[in-house]
């Protein structure tokens, strides 16, 4: 059985986003810039499933977000 991950009700409102069309096509171990709320957020991809990415964020922190935000790969 996988763990259980607790989500915070950020993690929600970002799964909720839809910012563009396109999903972000990136692998687990990626290095990404994603932009939210007009910020550059640098991060590493920890899984991917449908229509979520879970990340690791500068400092720390495990987030999910939704696959449809605009990114760049770095």
């Keep these: 059985m996988p763990p259980i991950r607790k989500l915070t ?3 929600l409102f ?3 986003r839809r910012e563009t069309k396109k999903k972000v096509e990136a692998n687990p ?4 810039k994603i932009y ?3 910020q550059e957020i640098i991060v590493i991809v920890i899984s991917i499933d449908e229509n979520s990415l879970e990340v690791n964020d500068p400092s720390g ?8 935000v605009k990114y760049k790969k770095i």
């Excluded at 171990?29 to 990404?32: P, R, V």
């Excluded at 922190?61 to 449809?68: A, E, L, M």
């Design 36 to 38: 939210i709320d007009n």
């Design 61 to 68: 922190k495990i987030k999910w977000i939704s696959r449809f």
């Design 14 to 16: 970002n799964l909720k």
């Design 9 to 11: 009700l950020n993690d």
């Design 29 to 32: 171990g990626d290095l990404i």
